[in-house]
């Protein structure tokens, strides 16, 4: 399924690195919020943005409204419910 507004979404394929969740859909002029693992759930709440060469999607953590930010799409896979 493709990623969009509303959308569940694992994070996947990023290994020992983690993924970089930034404050802004770009990789320049933007800092790093949080770093997360393989297996992280989150809400999709804004996008998708064309930047740096990427998709970047906004994600929220369902748990938590304040873990938020963007993130390329080449991690995030919609989960079925």
């Known amino acids: 399924a493709a990623i969009q507004i509303g959308s569940t979404v694992i994070v996947e394929g990023v290994g020992e690195q983690q993924l970089n969740v930034r404050d802004a859909a770009t990789l320049s002029n933007s ?9 992280t759930i989150f809400t999709v709440t804004e996008g998708p943005v064309q930047e740096s060469g990427f998709t970047w999607w906004r994600i929220q953590d369902p748990n938590d409204v304040n ?6 799409s080449n991690f995030l896979q919609v989960t079925i419910p």
């Open 31 to 39: 800092n790093v919020r949080f770093r997360v693992s393989d297996g």
């Open 67 to 72: 873990r938020n930010g963007w993130a390329v």
